[in-house]
Nanobody, 118 residues
Framework: QVQLVESGGGLVQPGGSLRLSCAASGSTSSFNTMGWYRQAPGKQRELVATINSGGITNYADSLKGRFSISRDNAKNTVYLQMNSLKPEDTAVYYC????????????WGQGTQVTVSS
């Protein structure tokens, strides 16, 4: 079983920055993808960014240039640096880890609230 613990959310003014962290523990494959998704009130959960164990990244087109994902494989931790935050970035941000071992395994964190407001 894999546990994901997120941290770093909070309240920030428009134009500000936040850095989210997600630490994974438990049994997982060395070859995995970690990432961030978000869900705003009344909306579906959407992709923010992912990064695999080889460092290949994938971003939602609308967030390229403002958000940056990275990971520390030794610490099993993924980070999301969010800059130039806008009110529409307000959402619950969820960490995800997935890997394939004959079938796909998906794990989710409990979510961390990010609120962008003046």
């Amino acid at each position: 079983q894999v546990q994901l613990v997120e941290s770093g959310g909070g309240l920030v003014q428009p134009g500000g920055s936040l850095r989210l962290s997600c630490a994974a523990s438990g049994s997982t494959s060395s070859f995995n993808t970690m990432g961030w998704y978000r869900q705003a009130p009344g909306k579906q959960r959407e992709l923010v960014a992912t990064i695999n164990s080889g460092g290949i990244t994938n971003y939602a087109d609308s967030l390229k240039g403002r958000f940056s994902i990275s990971r520390d494989n030794a610490k099993n931790t993924v980070y999301l640096q969010m800059n130039s935050l806008k009110p529409e970035d307000t959402a619950v941000y969820y960490c995800n880890l997935n890997y394939y071992r004959l079938v796909r395994f998906d794990y989710w964190g409990q979510g961390t609230q990010v609120t962008v407001s003046s």
